[in-house]
Antibody
Framework: QVHLEQWGAGLLQPSETLSLTCAVYGGSFTAFFWSWIRQPPGKGLEWIGEINHNGATNYNPSLKSRLTISLDTSKNQFSLNLTSMTAADTAVYYC????????????WGQGILVTVSS | QSALTQPRSVSGSPGQSVTLSCTGTSGDVGRYNYVSWYQQHPGKAPKLMMSDVSQRPSGVPDRFSGSKSGNTASLTISGLQAEDEADYYCCSYTGSYKLGVFGTGTTVTVL
């Protein structure tokens, strides 16, 4: 059974950098794309970006200048770094297992509420 | 990339059928057969209900079905049940930046 568990800071001040990590338990780590998706409170979902086992990434153009997604294949983990956080970045951040090139996430992490406030 | 358009809400009585629409453009829904649907209960992570327009993942009841015509994809729930009350989001691959673009979301209410 596949399980994704994510962690990271939940409260940031404006201009700080968000760092989240997602660990993957079960299943293959190399056969999939690993995604980050966010959801502002009361709003819809937004695909942040994804990475495959070779390190190839696809980023949302609106976040690309602030975004880095990386992976550690030795630990079956992948991470998100988003710099210069503002209140507009306040959201629940989810990690997920993507079926590459098909914009489909079949397993999701539990989600972390990240609040940006001074 | 603009979000796909979904009706804000849909309702039905138990046992009835409801159809949720998801309208995109010729650059996403209309071009690729990579439309997925997610169910989200309050406070929970989304759950994959349909992939590749009409492929139902293991464990999803067969009263959920998907289709697509032109730039509009649809999810039909037949035999509506109380546990189907949730938010539903569609998502389509978009070649412009090789990621998915989500719909605005539809709240399904079981009367």
């Amino acid at each position: 059974q596949v399980h994704l568990e994510q962690w990271g800071a939940g409260l940031l001040q404006p201009s700080e950098t968000l760092s989240l990590t997602c660990a993957v338990y079960g299943g293959s780590f190399t056969a999939f794309f690993w995604s980050w998706i966010r959801q502002p409170p009361g709003k819809g979902l937004e695909w942040i970006g994804e990475i495959n086992h070779n390190g190839a990434t696809n980023y949302n153009p609106s976040l690309k200048s602030r975004l880095t997604i990386s992976l550690d294949t030795s630990k079956n983990q992948f991470s998100l770094n988003l710099t210069s956080m503002t209140a507009a970045d306040t959201a629940v951040y989810y990690c997920g297992r993507g079926l590459g090139g098909r914009s489909t996430v079949d397993y999701w992490g539990q989600g972390i509420l990240v609040t940006v406030s001074s | 990339q603009s979000a796909l358009t979904q009706p804000r809400s849909v309702s039905g009585s138990p046992g009835q059928s409801v159809t949720l629409s998801c309208t995109g453009t010729s650059g996403d829904v209309g071009r690729y057969n990579y439309v997925s649907w997610y169910q989200q209960h309050p406070g929970k992570a989304p759950k994959l209900m349909m992939s590749d327009v009409s492929q139902r993942p293991s464990g999803v009841p067969d009263r959920f079905s998907g289709s697509k015509s032109g730039n509009t994809a649809s999810l039909t729930i037949s035999g509506l049940q109380a546990e189907d009350e949730a938010d539903y989001y569609c998502c389509s691959y978009t070649g412009s930046y090789k990621l998915g673009v989500f719909g605005t979301g539809t709240t399904v209410t079981v009367l």
